[in-house]
């Protein structure tokens, strides 16, 4: 704060002035710094221990971990197929009823649903996306599972095919499924809808003066103008559902086999942590669970980043904590 | 261009108001999940709750979660401590020093940990504190909390730093105010009802989360003496229970899911209400 000694200074500034690059500036910076650092940091601990609790495990199964289907922790074998197959059954399955909806909901709030319903509707939908993970759980187990053992899977067992094939269980792979596409329908409503918008006016309303409907004008212009953020849309969507642990927890039925039907329990990446870390009988238990979490790590890290690629390009303003 | 010449000025009115009727559906079945988990939350869980949910300890059958309600609100309380000032202190400095090779890392490093499963983030608090210390404690849950807010926080600030027109900071500048002054009462001071909704939303968040409070926070029957107890939380608790064959239990799950997802709704819409009312878009 110290006084300017030259006599041309300005008459009354609304602040004082000050040496440009003073203690306070030097302060701020290295107190940002410092916390950007941080974060930095956190990232590295994180990554890097993950890696370092998984290492015996890297080092004892190698490649084989990822191809070996046999998980059996009491006698050492640990083969992680089963939970990438769980995983990636499941968060297919989610999004294959999740990106529809969610995509008809966007377009319902950007183009073709009733102006005055539009901010409703989208509050309620952030709604959904507020509920914690462990309330899915509990409806998911409590309420959910019960109506497909009783009603759905039976009705869906009348179809058959290779999918919808055993007994019905309620909890099991479909369960999980279900859920999941609740839990990450919000992100793909809300996100879709920041894609749609970003489509320029003038597109729009060239189409519309043409002559173009509401719907052509979706069909003709905004979805071919946003293909490239719609998938990184899927991808997101697709790293959320990986990620979700405490829900799918709940429902999964938590048990390491590879099945084609979906009415089978089975165990994903997240969930087998979940359930088996706190009460691992072994080191190598221990190491190949996080093994597991280095997967997950990587897995999902590669969608978000390819997710973000895509959708920063395509939309104009980034939500904050969405 | 247009694939479809041949149809009909009626046909294609026709699908329009097909297309209508098809996202208004989508929208029905979007909400239905919304209003049956909010419908059996609010019934089951409103037949279950007593006074004694709030003010007993968790115990054998028919008593609270006091406790449990105490050790949710000491965690997120703890872990806001940590990660509020912190978050607001990187994001303010990814938006005034933005094309920095630090800025530009540490942006990077937010958007990767906040797609990282919490999960994980338990894992690895359970391996660098929990074994370190020997037990599970509040501690270690509020730090995994923490780590979860912080990317959340920092991103919220920067984005909306970033959006406070520069007009703003070179008019400051020009009078004569230092470069912090301007980032904080400026800048900040700008952004600042979008950043308090964030960090709002951020807290909401975490509320609900637990997965990695499963292995640091762990769970307890009992109130914790020091920060450095296993604690017990709803989050975990509705868990253990949604988990046990047992009515009583469920019963008891329902009233905290109740609670819970009172606290979160009411922080979220809180949140996104103080928004609109500032900027309406």
Known sequence: MAASTRSTRPPRPLARPEARGGSGDHTFGVVGAVAALLLAAVLAVVALSVVRIAWPSIKASGLSFVTESRWDPLHGVHGALSFLWGTVVTSVVALLLAVPVGLGVAVFLTDLGPRNLRRPVSSLVELLAAIPGVVYGLWAALVVAPLLRTTVEPWLGVLGGPLFRGPPLGVGLLCASLVLAIMVLPTVASVSRDVLRAVPSELREGALALGATPWDVVRLVVFPHARRGIFGVVLLAFGRAVGETMAVAAVVGSRADISTSLFAPGYTMSSVIANEFPVASSDLHVAALAEIGVLLFVVTVAFNAGARILVTRSRKLEPGAA | ?281
């Open chain 2, 1 to 281: 261009m247009t694939p479809d010449l041949e149809s009909t000025y009626l046909e294609r009115k026709i699908a329009a108001r097909a297309a209508t009727f098809a996202a208004a559906g989508a929208v029905v079945l979007a909400l239905v999940p919304l209003f049956a988990i909010a419908a059996y939350v609010a019934q089951r869980g409103a037949s279950a709750l007593s006074l004694a949910f709030f003010t007993e300890p968790i115990g054998l059958h028919g008593s609270g979660m006091a406790n449990a309600i105490v050790g949710t609100v000491e965690l997120v309380f703890l872990a806001s401590a940590m990660a509020i000032p912190a978050g607001i202190a990187a994001g303010l400095y990814l938006s005034e020093f933005r094309r920095t090779p630090l800025a530009r890392g540490a942006r990077f490093a937010a958007d990767v940990l906040a797609g990282v499963p919490s999960i994980l983030v338990g894992v690895v608090v359970y391996a660098t504190v929990v074994v370190r210390m020997k037990h599970f404690s509040a501690f270690a849950g509020a730090a995994s909390l923490a780590i979860v807010m912080l990317p959340l926080v920092t991103r919220t600030t920067d984005t909306l730093a970033r959006t406070v027109p520069d007009s703003l900071r070179e008019a400051a500048l020009a009078l004569g105010v230092s470069r912090w002054r301007t980032a904080i009462f400026v800048v900040l001071r700008t952004a600042a009802p979008g950043i308090r909704s964030g960090c709002m939303l951020a807290v909401a968040r975490v509320c609900g989360e637990t997965a990695p409070l499963l292995f640091t926070a762990y769970n307890s029957r009992f109130y914790n003496e020091s920060l450095f107890d296993p604690t017990s939380t709803l989050q975990v608790q509705i868990f253990t229970y949604t988990m046990t064959p047992n009515d009583d239990w469920h019963a008891q799950a329902w009233a905290a899911a109740l609670v819970l997802v009172a606290i979160v709704v009411l922080l979220s819409v809180l949140a996104r209400r103080l928004l609109a009312d500032k900027e309406a878009w």
